[in-house]
């Protein structure tokens, strides 16, 4: 059987979804595929049911500090069952909604399976063919698995099988000190699992200045989870008990036997088995299809979005590539991906909220800069929720006076963090911030007195 549509679009992740209303809506005939499920990584093994599961934890160790606000508490319990029915819900909940939406939407065919290029502007799913002048791919990414001596020989987990989890390990053993791996670090220790982390390199989050780095090794030591940097031989192997993760072969403890372990070391993109060979669409050496500053590909009618380009890797940036296609296509705009300002958060506990550069970054610009660094124990919020951990950090320009880029390791920082993303889009000089009258008490109002301290580097 073989179909034609206005535009094809592969993968229902975060840009490909929202793409596919914008055509329907424009009167096209789409046909969107989807292998797995609708919502993608984010919506059923990423954010949505990582952050649901922090709350758990956040809550967990609320409850056992109950004392320090004068409140008490019997024994504090966690059932990891009811925490993971709990994300299941969400996780549910989102996914029938957008499938909800895609199955009223006029104009649209939802096709389930794995799609294939036969040629560049043709794709086969199951036994049909399907061509379009139009084809947008959102096909995401996988955990990338590392090629460990012994890692065929012991089972491990990834970011699914941690989040189907029912009970917590006894000792989880993270590899991987970056994004997925603190994440799940600290909520298991909050869930009662003894924790280990794993890190090749000398040091956790190693894309974040070094004291962003080392306070929050700090926070994660300060519950108990036992930190390895600089982890040069790292193996598995099966043990009397459990896993035994070779972890040094010079210093320290050559090895350390958990019950589980999970594999956080880094994601690959989903483009090894979509035929982008037979379609001449061209990538780079590890896989991220190549793309314009407009998400084209090499091949004319075929855009990228997402992941898979490689030019961001969270869901506000494949939601800004599914922006950026649509405005420049459908709307007449010019907008180009460069023109993004990144920001992002780490969702540990105080989270960490980052935009623009960091301080190493505004360095190798060779500019001469204005810093500023702030305790959370000297901002007023923080002090009375007795979470005053982490710190806040602001760079500018010392001759433009615009801002650089900011750091927000504390209470609220995920939030916070959005008043200087927002003044940095303006274009607007760090001045402004003097200026302003943030409301008391927040963490945001201690912004403007950090403005106030920039001095020159
Ligand atoms: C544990 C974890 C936590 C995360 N937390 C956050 C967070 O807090 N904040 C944040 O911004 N980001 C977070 N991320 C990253 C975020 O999930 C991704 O950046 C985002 O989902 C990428 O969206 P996407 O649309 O590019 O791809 P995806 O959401 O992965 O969607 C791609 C879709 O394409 C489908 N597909 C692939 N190949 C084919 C094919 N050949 N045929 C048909 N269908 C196909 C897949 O099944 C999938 O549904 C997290 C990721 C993980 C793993
Ligand atoms: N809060 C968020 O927005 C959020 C949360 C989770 C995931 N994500 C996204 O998911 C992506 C993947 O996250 P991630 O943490 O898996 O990857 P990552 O690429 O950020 O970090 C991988 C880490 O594993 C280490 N590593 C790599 N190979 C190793 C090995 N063989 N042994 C030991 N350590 C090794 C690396 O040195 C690095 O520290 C991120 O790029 C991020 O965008 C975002």
Redesign the pocket.
């Known amino acids: 059987m073989s179909r034609s549509f206005d535009a094809i679009i ?7 979804t929202p793409l596919a209303g914008r055509l329907a809506a424009m009167g096209m005939k789409v046909a969107l ?15 949505k ?3 649901t599961m922090v709350a758990s934890a956040y809550a967990a160790h609320l409850a056992r500090r109950g004392a320090d606000y004068g409140v008490g508490t019997g024994a504090i319990t966690v059932d990891l069952a009811k925490v993971h029915a709990r994300a299941e819900k969400v996780i549910l909940d989102s996914r029938t909604s957008n499938e909800d939406w895609l199955a009223g939407m006029d104009g649209l065919t939802l096709l389930r ?4 290029f036969t040629g560049p502007h043709e794709l086969i ?1 199951g036994n049909e063919t399907i061509t379009a002048p139009r084809v947008f791919l ?6 990338a698995i590392p090629d460990l001596p012994g890692v065929g020989d012991v089972p491990h987990l990834t ?1 699914s099988g ?2 189907a989890l029912t009970e917590p390990p006894e000792h989880l053993v993270v590899v991987g000190g970056s ?2 791996g603190l ?2 670090a600290q909520m298991f220790c909050r869930f009662g699992s003894k924790v280990s982390i794993v890190e090749m390199g000398p040091r956790l989050i190693a894309r974040e200045d070094e004291a962003v780095s080392e306070a929050i090794r700090d926070i994660l030591e300060g519950e108990g989870i036992t930190v390895r940097t600089s982890a040069k031989c790292i193996t598995l192997a099966r043990g009397e008990t459990g896993i035994i993760v070779g972890v040094d072969c010079t210093d320290g403890d050559p090895q350390i036997e958990g019950s589980h372990v999970l594999l956080a070391t880094g ?1 690959r993109p ?1 483009t090894d ?2 035929g982008l060979d037979v379609a001449g669409i061209a990538t780079d050496k590890r896989g991220y299809i190549i793309v314009d500053d407009s998400l084209a590909t090499s091949v004319d009618g075929v855009w990228a ?4 380009n490689g030019k ?7 939601w800004n ?1 599914y922006e950026i296609v649509a405005a420049n296509l459908l709307d007449g705009e010019a907008r180009k991906v460069s023109d993004r300002l990144l920001g ?2 780490l ?1 540990i506990d105080p989270p960490l909220g980052r935009v623009g550069l960091t301080l190493a970054q505004a360095k190798e610009t060779g500019r001469p800069l204005l810093y500023a660094q702030r305790p959370m124990t000297k901002v007023g919020r923080a002090v009375e929720k007795d979470e005053t951990l982490g710190f806040m950090s602001l760079i500018a320009d010392a001759e433009t006076k615009k801002i650089l880029g900011a750091a927000i390791l504390g209470t609220g920082g995920d939030e916070a963090i959005h008043a200087i993303l927002n003044l940095m889009n303006a274009g607007a000089a760090v001045d402004t911030l003097r200026w302003a009258v943030p409301i008391h008490p927040t963490v945001s109002e201690l912004l403007p007195t950090l403005a106030g301290d920039l001095a020159p580097l």
Do not use: S
Not at 39 to 46: A, D, L, S
Not at 305 to 308: A, R, T
């Open positions: 592969v993968g229902a992740g975060q840009a490909g595929v989807e292998r797995h499920h609708v919502g993608g990584t984010c919506v059923n093994t990423g954010c049911p990582t952050k399976g794995q799609a294939r799913v959102n096909v995401g990414g996988r955990p970011n941690m989040i994004y997925i994440e799940f994601r989903n088995d979509l979005m997402g992941d898979c961001g890797a969270f869901t506000h940036t494949a590539d992002y958060a969702y």
